[in-house]
């Protein structure tokens, strides 16, 4: 699922059902090897629900100014580098960066603005 909405939001590949559950089972298949026995996993569901979350509202508003996978990087201190990898982020309409959340957060919107 994260690679098929990394790859869509780049554009690799087009928001079209077939395409995507083409797509999700090509990725599948390369994973087969790491796949747990009895697992059963629908690449039709993986399209439907990728190309359901980018028309999602909350995603709607981001979509041309989206960027996948974005670096990140800061200092705590001189001594204390971090570094990271967004999964999405995008700019809003005063230009301030949100990030753009995949996973359900227990206190609520998916869509922060970055301190």
Do not use: C, F, N, W
Not at 20 to 47: C, F, H, K
Not at 92 to 101: A, K, M, S, Y
């Amino acid at each position: 699922m994260h690679k098929i909405m990394e790859e869509l939001i780049t554009g690799e590949i087009e928001e079209d059902v077939a395409v995507v559950t083409g797509r999700s089972a090509e990725l599948l298949a390369q994973l087969s090897s790491m796949s747990p026995t009895g697992a059963i996993i629908e690449t039709a569901e993986i399209a439907a629900t990728a190309l359901k979350t980018l028309h999602h509202p909350d995603i709607v508003a981001y979509r041309g100014r989206m960027v996948a996978e974005l670096p990140i990087y800061a200092a705590a201190s001189d001594d204390d580098l971090i570094a990271g990898r967004a999964d999405a982020v995008a700019h809003d309409d005063e230009g301030e960066v949100v990030r753009l959340e995949k996973r359900r957060r227990p206190e609520g919107s998916r869509i922060r603005r970055l301190p």
